[in-house]
């Protein structure tokens, strides 16, 4: 029970500290949470990769779950993709926390 306890302290004291540096945090959970599902395709070929050596045989399923994930990753670590979902999370940016991000309040130049 103390381990847990540490753990929600810990929590709190990061959300309120995150809080404090007037970052969104829906914004911080939201880009971990992309990161996450882009480095996900990565260990689960890694995991099956180590599957695969310690049984000593590669079958067919997992020749396709590791030509498939191989695939998978190809396309998510491509150059377009990549600068897109930078310019996404800009998006979140809202430093004077109106709701509306600040890239979309810039002014156009004429």
């Given at each position: ?43 689960l ?7 695969s ?17 191989i ?8 150059n377009?993709?990549?600068?897109a979902?930078?310019?996404f ?12 991000p ?9």
């Amino acid at each position: 029970m103390d381990i847990k306890n540490k753990a929600i302290q810990s929590i709190k004291s990061s959300y309120k500290n995150i809080q404090a540096s007037r970052i969104k945090p829906t914004g911080v959970i939201l880009t971990r949470l992309l990161i996450l599902v882009m480095i996900l395709p990565i260990l689960l070929i890694i995991i099956q990769y180590i599957m695969s050596f310690v049984s000593g045989y590669v079958s067919d399923e997992a020749n396709k779950i590791i030509t498939t994930g191989i695939n998978i990753i190809d396309h998510i670590f491509n150059n377009s993709v990549l600068i897109a979902l930078v310019g996404f999370l800009g998006l979140w940016i809202d430093n004077n926390h109106n709701g509306v991000p600040d890239k979309l309040e810039d002014k156009e130049v004429k």
